[in-house]
């Protein structure tokens, strides 16, 4: 059973910063693609940023600049660094494994507010 567990999430005032992550708790991780999405209140979820098993990244316009994939295949784990935060990036944040479209985890909640 592929179970995928995003942290890291809070309250953060704009221009700050969080660092969220995401543990895949089973031993497929390194192979694969990973991709972090949003979904803020009344909007589709949106693709934010992808990284593939060579390290290839690939971000959103409304991202780039602020916003770095990584991963860590020893630690099984994805990271999401989140610089210069806008009150638009308040959404409730997901990892995902490209090659389990329906495979999603809770998701952590990313407010952006004075």
């Known amino acids: 059973q592929v179970q995928l567990v995003e942290s890291g999430g809070g309250l953060v005032q704009p221009g700050g910063s969080l660092r969220l992550s995401c543990v895949v708790l089973?031993?497929?991780?390194?192979?694969?693609?990973m991709d972090w999405y949003r979904q803020a209140p009344g909007k589709q979820r949106e693709l934010v940023a992808a990284?593939?098993?060579?390290?290839?990244?690939n971000y959103a316009d409304a991202v780039k600049g602020r916003f770095t994939i990584s991963r860590d295949n020893a630690q099984n784990t994805v990271y999401l660094q989140m610089n210069s935060l806008k009150p638009e990036d308040t959404a409730v944040y997901y990892c995902?494994?490209?090659?389990?479209?329906?495979?999603w985890g809770q998701g952590t909640q990313v407010t952006v507010s004075s």
């Open positions: 995902h494994i490209r090659a389990y479209p329906t495979l």
């Open positions: 089973r031993s497929i991780f390194n192979i694969h693609t």
């Open positions: 990284i593939t098993n060579t390290v290839t990244t």
